[in-house]
């Protein structure tokens, strides 16, 4: 996943969209390949993506189409989401594509052939310009905020860019020698209701875990990644372990 590094200093939660552009058939088709390309973090999860224009949905953004994502509902189905669809979302800004979380989505259809509806994106062609240009444009807790005792500055600072529902950065990480293990920090924002946040926040979670694999295998990292159970009640749930192999 590497190839994606560029994209996470350019990513940006698009909510504008230029109503003057246009994906072209190309592109649209490209996206979709990918949307059904995707790593899974749980292979044995089975998810479907849909692609369809974004009128037909709740979203009250000017995108030009919305991906309504079903899931299985397992263990570590909403990381799995959150995992691939952060690949997607960054493979699209490599080709000017903004995307957006759009976490209050509603449709129709909330179940389709066992699965459950879990989150919709929106997304749209858009200018160079409407990316971020520079870090500084980042509103992000800093590397050190979230990793105790790193030994890898470059991948915690790709990891502390990682998006979050209402910027809620639920992730703290902690490093023992070749020992990483990160957890989803239960959240004091008020801006959503406690069950919401736990459902958004893992797949926040995901989203993170795209983003340390991506700056592990850019620094030539190798790891063994082992996923733990939800503990109730835990104010810091441990939710993976990477051992590096370097």
């Known amino acids: 996943m590497k190839e994606l590094e560029q994209a996470i200093y ?4 698009m909510r504008n969209f230029d109503e003057n552009r246009r994906l072209t058939a ?3 088709q490209q996206v979709t390949d990918k949307l059904h390309s995707l790593t899974p973090l749980c292979a044995d999860i089975a998810v479907d993506f849909e692609i369809v224009p974004c009128a037909q949905t709740n979203c009250k953004f000017n995108a030009e189409y ?13 990381e799995n ?5 952060e690949q997607w979302d960054l493979y699209c800004a490599l080709l000017n594509i903004g995307v ?5 989505g509603k449709v129709k259809q909330t179940q389709k052939d066992g699965k459950v509806f879990v989150i919709m994106l929106c997304f749209g062609k858009s200018s160079v310009n409407d990316f971020r240009l520079t870090t500084e444009e ?3 807790k800093s590397a050190k905020e979230i990793w105790n005792n790193s030994t890898l500055p470059q991948v915690a600072e790709i990891c502390r860019l990682a998006p979050s529902a209402v910027n809620s950065q639920p992730w703290r990480v902690e490093q023992l020698g070749d020992t990483v293990k990160v957890y989803r920090k239960l959240s004091d924002n008020l801006l959503l209701a406690r069950h919401l946040f736990k459902y958004f926040n893992k797949i926040d979670i995901g989203i993170f875990l795209t983003y340390l694999e991506i700056g592990l ?4 990292s190798g790891y063994f990644r082992t ?8 104010k810091n749930v441990l939710t993976a372990t990477y051992t590096l192999t370097r």
């Not at 350019?10 to 939660?13: A, C, E, L, Q, T």
């Not at 919305?66 to 909403?78: D, N």
């Not at 989401?81 to 669809?85: A, K, N, P, R, T």
């Not at 996923?227 to 835990?234: F, I, K, N």
């Open 81 to 85: 989401i959150g995992y691939m669809l």
């Open 227 to 234: 996923l733990h159970p939800d503990v109730s009640g835990a």
């Open 26 to 28: 190309a592109e649209l």
């Open 10 to 13: 350019k990513r940006r939660s």
């Open 66 to 78: 919305c991906v309504l994502c079903y899931s299985e509902s397992k263990p570590f189905y909403l």
């Open 100 to 104: 957006c979380w759009y976490g209050m």
């Open 217 to 220: 295998e850019s620094v030539g």
């Open 138 to 140: 980042f509103n992000r």
